[in-house]
């Protein structure tokens, strides 16, 4: 019996080792102490400083940040939940360094997936090697996007279960799959796992018809039962971060606006159909599912021994190669094509030919509905349709995210008609009539590309078309580029599509075994995947710690400010403001970086803060001294609330002191009341914030003192400060309104004069303001989010009964077995 499980492990091991080898051998440079540099990467270190200072000085959450976008909750950038106990799982998987760990855990993941559905572990280790290199992976890893690529890892897993629960054991499927689906929602990328609940919809839809054929509903309904019940508990389990989330979700840029636009949606909910579908893949750039480079392939310059770059050589225009690309798509830019080998591709149409029954028409149903969905406004009457009918489709952003879907049915049906085929359930007549029917498709569209490039289109972008004539030589030459690499990759696909038709070909013909077939095929796919994979991520995507310190090291710019003690905020201009987190790595900026920023914030980045660095910049490029350059940042009514006090010109320059910002909180002598967030952020753009503030009517009711004259001797200043926890001295001879340069957030902040919870109102569009009774006074505010709290517990108890379902699941024995098993 030792023997024998030894012997069945032997496989499983080998298969472990494998994907370990494999990754480091990929990903060599974690070896030597380096790591990724990633815009994403780069985007976290700088948004999480904050927050990872304060939890190695401290040991506490401080679940709120100051120091990007003038602050927001830390939930969605970095926040540990102590209640989710699985989260050790999640770090015990994620062993290797990244981005090792998340290669090897899709390995492992699409693995796990083959054995549930009863693939020999050889066979499977093979289709793992498949999966795990496809160009979408290695794309999302180029960028940074480490939460999509785990959920990714996981997306295999979770489906496996639920396949394994309808059609092996119910109760083993489910442990699994709650399992698996709580580790995918750890991701925290939850458009990933929004696709991963369409396949299984896909799945569960094409199952439904058949148990109806076969009159077996019951065992069905019992056994969906029990997956929701699984589902439930994974959910549970990442309660806390769900629930913050949600809550955070409602005043960020997925939720609902206060503003009155006509232009939109009724209650202008999730994101704007332009923003969803602005990443939408061409119809015919679906051929780099064929030919990687049917569109140029990434984003990224022509190399030195192109013709692109000999004509700017020759045309003395060196200097302009960085803005022209290989990739002549639609899109506006892209990190790699969508490429999951030449050869799946070919065993996929095979197993549309041989595979029976529902099987391959759920996974056929499921790629063709992720190709379409891709697409996104080249074919928006399909998107508009789930924008307006499926809940939750207008919060996915970037549509071409949707084919991972197809990346993972496409594989699967291959192994499974690998399957067919290596074990002698079809006969051979059939499968040899599928070999070269599949080959016929496959490299006949290769070679067709290969004889007439021409048919891919102009090899021009729309932008490039409208190059003048004056520029011809250099169109003819990034045309002749682009040529020559579609011929090359179609070249090389016809190929390997009758490399590996003929190894099915000799196995047919009883000339080689199928373990031959099974490493001739590894060695291809290896062979096929892993050059076109090196295209968008190598070892020059990697960099030592010390270049990645240096990187994030204060300029001299930086270095002046920090020698300033007090809170304040920083405009850097020597940045993209809005899209980049490095400011945030020093001081607290006004800008950043985040998919999901408060909404109202937004607004007031579009309405009044962009406006006034646009109108600060004109002044400065005009500006013959200071003084000129000073009137601007006068008029600056957003940054100047905002406790703009330094703006960054130039790294190694001194910073520009704004006298304007007004500071941490002061005292007006009036509020006004507006009827709605449209009035209210007009006003902001014309009042003098520094003696008059605006609120929403729906705060009148805590506004008690509508004026108040200035005194001289009233005071008050931010004595203590943390991410979470602020102390305000004050000192009043009378009742006044104070403002305080802090976002207003309804959900967590809690606000205390002498330690007596006071009400505290939002003003001037984000920020928050009080009634302060006359005297002396301490005021503070404190972040503590019931839906924190909660979440743990909830979490805690979750995770709990995950452990006992588990426990349950792996006792021996047939409970809910499958009676035809």
């Not at 009863?118 to 960028?143: M, Q």
């Amino acid at each position: 019996m030792k023997s024998g499980t030894l012997k069945n492990a032997i496989p499983h091991f080998v298969a472990v080792v494998a994907f370990t080898l494999l990754s480091f051998a990929y990903f060599y440079p974690v070896l030597e102490g380096k790591k990724l540099n990633a815009h994403d990467t780069q985007v976290f270190l700088g948004s999480s400083k904050e927050i990872q200072d304060y939890r190695d000085n401290t040991g506490k959450e401080p679940l709120w940040t100051n120091s990007m976008f003038s602050g927001m909750p830390a939930f969605l950038i970095s926040t540990k939940y102590p209640g989710n106990l699985i989260k050790k799982l999640d770090t015990l998987l994620k062993v290797y360094k990244i981005p090792a760990a998340a290669l090897f855990l899709v390995f492992l993941g699409f693995y796990i997936m083959l054995l549930l559905y009863k693939v020999k572990p050889w066979l499977a280790l093979t289709g793992a090697l498949a999966y795990g290199f496809t160009t979408f992976l290695f794309a999302s890893i180029s960028a940074g996007h480490n939460t999509k690529v785990f959920a990714m890892a996981y997306m295999a897993p979770v489906i496996g279960s639920v396949i394994y629960a309808f059609r092996t054991n119910a109760l083993k499927g489910t442990a699994l799959f709650a399992l698996f689906l709580s580790l995918q929602i750890m991701a925290n990328h939850i458009q990933i796992t929004y696709y991963t609940f369409m396949v299984l919809l896909v799945f569960g839809i094409w199952e439904l018809i058949d148990v109806i054929k076969q009159k077996t509903i019951l065992p069905f309904f019992k056994t969906f039962i029990m997956l929701l019940a699984g589902a439930i508990i994974a959910v549970g389990v990442n309660f806390g971060s769900l629930y913050t989330t949600w809550e955070y979700s409602k005043e960020s840029t997925r939720g609902k606006s206060d503003l009155v636009k006509t232009e939109t949606k009724e209650d202008d909910q999730g994101l704007d159909l332009a923003y969803i579908t602005q990443w939408s893949y061409g119809i015919d750039e679906t051929m780099t599912l064929l030919i990687p480079s049917f569109k140029g392939g990434s984003s990224s310059p022509f190399t030195r021994d192109s013709e692109t770059i000999k004509a700017l050589r020759k045309n003395n225009m060196t200097q302009a190669s960085a803005q022209v690309f290989r990739y002549w798509g639609t899109q506006p830019s892209t990190s790699g094509p969508v490429y999951f080998g030449v050869i799946i591709l070919f065993l996929f149409t095979m197993g549309l030919i041989i595979i029976p029954g529902k099987e391959k028409w759920w996974m056929l149903t499921a790629v063709l509905l992720s190709i379409f969905l891709a697409w996104g406004k080249n074919l928006m009457f399909m998107t508009s349709l789930f924008v307006d009918i499926f809940p939750g489709y207008d919060r996915c952003r970037a549509v071409t995210m949707i084919l991972v879907i197809a990346g993972l049915c496409v594989p699967l049906l291959a192994v499974l008609t690998l399957r067919e085929i290596l074990e002698g359930k079809v006969t051979p007549v059939k499968a040899l009539n599928a070999v070269k029917i599949s080959a016929a498709i496959t490299g006949g569209l290769a070679l067709l590309f290969f004889i007439i490039p021409g048919l891919a289109g102009s090899f021009l972008s729309p932008e490039e078309n409208s190059i003048p004539d004056t520029y011809n030589w250099l169109k003819d030459a990034m045309i002749a580029d682009r040529k020559m690499m579609l011929k090359e990759d179609a070249l090389r696909a016809m190929i390997l599509i009758l490399t590996g038709a003929g190894l099915l070909w000799f196995f047919l013909k009883n000339k080689l075994k199928a373990y031959h077939v099974m490493i001739g095929l590894s060695v291809l796919f290896l062979v096929d995947m892993i050059p076109v994979d090196a295209r968008y991520l190598n070892s020059s995507n990697f960099r030592s710690k010390k270049d990645l310190r240096n990187s994030l090291s204060p300029t001299s710019a930086d270095k002046m400010i920090l020698e300033d003690k007090a809170e304040f905020r920083v405009l850097n201009l020597t940045v993209s403001t809005f899209n980049d987190a490095s400011t945030s790595y020093h001081h607290n900026s006004i800008g950043g970086y985040h998919g999901a920023k408060l909404k109202r914030y937004q607004e007031l980045i579009e309405a009044g803060i962009s406006p006034e660095i646009n109108a600060l910049i004109s002044q400065l490029q005009t500006a013959t001294s200071y003084e000129e350059a000073d009137k601007a940042l006068g008029k600056a009514n957003t940054l100047n609330f905002l406790n703009t006090r330094y703006i960054i010109l130039s790294p190694d320059s001194p910073p520009l002191t704004n006298r304007y910002a007004l500071g941490n909180a002061w005292f007006v002598e009036k509020t006004t009341i507006v009827e709605n967030a449209n009035a209210e952020l007009d006003a902001v753009r014309t009042i003098n914030p520094s003696l008059e503030a605006v609120a929403d009517r729906r705060f009148a009711g805590m506004i008690t003192v509508a004026e108040s004259n200035r005194n001289s001797s009233d005071t008050i200043y931010l004595a203590s400060y943390e991410p979470n926890y602020l102390k305000y001295n004050v000192s009043l001879e009378t009742d006044r309104v104070a403002v305080f340069s802090e976002i207003y957030y309804p959900h967590g902040w809690t606000a205390f004069i002498d330690d007596k919870p006071a009400d505290y109102f939002r003003t001037d569009y984000v920020l928050r303001g009080m009634v302060i009774p006359s005297g002396q006074h301490v005021v503070t505010f404190r972040f503590e989010p019931q839906s924190y709290e909660v979440g743990n517990k909830v979490s805690l108890a979750s995770s709990f009964i995950m452990i006992l379902l588990l426990a349950f699941a792996s006792v021996p024995g047939d409970f809910f077995r499958r009676k035809n098993e």
